[in-house]
């Protein structure tokens, strides 16, 4: 899996919207759930969003919640991350993740990709 900040890059300032995307190559795509997950400095990796293999049902952790969106394109084997009213406490490497089982437990996660910095200043 590989994860990318797209064409706006990691670094954002307070109300803004950032997009990541995660593509991943050599895999049957469709047949995991996928993830987001992120950790910040000093701090354990947690829950972000996740995704159904058929997109149907998404996840998402109550600190995110009406500000992200996870979705996916399995035609393009990608999932993507939109992020609005972006806070600087959002600042985290941010990682996407697959897995057999759809779960928030980060320990059941099959694939992780490398991560991407998002930093949001205040």
């Known amino acids: 899996l590989s994860a990318a900040a797209g064409v706006w890059g990691g670094l954002v300032q307070a109300g803004g919207s950032l997009r990541l995307s995660c593509a991943a190559s050599g895999r049957t795509f469709s047949i995991y759930n996928m993830a987001w997950f992120r950790q910040a400095p000093g701090k354990e990796r947690e829950f972000v969003a996740a995704i159904t293999k058929s997109g149907a049902s998404t996840f998402y952790a109550d600190s995110v919640k009406g500000r992200f969106t996870i979705s996916r394109d399995n035609a393009k084997n990608t999932v993507d991350l939109q992020m609005n009213s972006l806070k600087s406490e959002d600042t985290a490497v941010y990682y996407c993740?697959?897995?057999?089982?759809?779960?928030?437990?980060?320990?059941?996660?099959?694939?992780w990709g490398k991560g991407t910095q998002v930093t949001v200043s205040s």
């Open positions: 993740a697959a897995s057999r089982i759809i779960t928030q437990n980060r320990g059941a996660m099959d694939d």
